[in-house]
C-alpha cells in the first residue's frame, strides 16, 4: 500500500504564495504521473494540475494557469504544486494523488491509484 503525505497547506491573503509537496515513504514517485485535485466546502473534487511521469506532460485547470506550477524532484521523491497569487477561490482542500500511467497525465480522479489525506488551503483577508 502506498501511502501519500501532502504538506504546505495554511492560510494566505490574497495574492500569497504556498508551495504544497507530496511524498511517498513506500513509492518511488518517479514510476508514477501525478496530479493535484482541490474539494470546496459543497462541491465536487476537481482536478488542479497533472504531471506525466517522464514525458513532460503538464496540464493545468484553466482557473489556476499563470498562477500555478506543478513540478517535481525524483532526488527528494517528492511532488510540488507552487501557488502564487492566490485567490480566495482558491480556497479547498488540496489532495495528491499517483497514477502509474506511463505517459501523459489525466485530469479524471478515478484514473489515480492512490491519493494523499489532503491539506488545507485558506484564502482569505
Known amino acids: 500500500q502506498v501511502q501519500l503525505v501532502e504538506l504546505g497547506g495554511g492560510m494566505v491573503q490574497p495574492g500569497g504564495s504556498l508551495r504544497l509537496s507530496c511524498t511517498a515513504s513506500?513509492?518511488?514517485?518517479?514510476?508514477?504521473?501525478a496530479g493535484w485535485f482541490r474539494q470546496a466546502p459543497g462541491k465536487e473534487r476537481e482536478a488542479v494540475s497533472c504531471?506525466?511521469?517522464?514525458?513532460?506532460?503538464?496540464y493545468y485547470t484553466d482557473s489556476v494557469k499563470g498562477r500555478f506550477t506543478i513540478s517535481r524532484d525524483n532526488a527528494k521523491n517528492t511532488v510540488y504544486l507552487q501557488m502564487n497569487n492566490l485567490k480566495p477561490e482558491d480556497t479547498a482542500v488540496y489532495y495528491c494523488?499517483?497514477?502509474?500511467?506511463?505517459?501523459?497525465?489525466?485530469?479524471?480522479?478515478?484514473?489515480?491509484?492512490?491519493w494523499g489525506q489532503g491539506t488545507q488551503v485558506t484564502v482569505s483577508s
Open positions: 504531471l506525466g511521469r517522464s514525458d513532460g506532460t503538464k
Open positions: 513506500t513509492a518511488s514517485l518517479s514510476n508514477y504521473a
Open positions: 494523488g499517483i497514477d502509474d500511467e506511463e505517459f501523459g497525465c489525466f485530469f479524471r480522479s478515478d484514473e489515480y491509484d492512490y
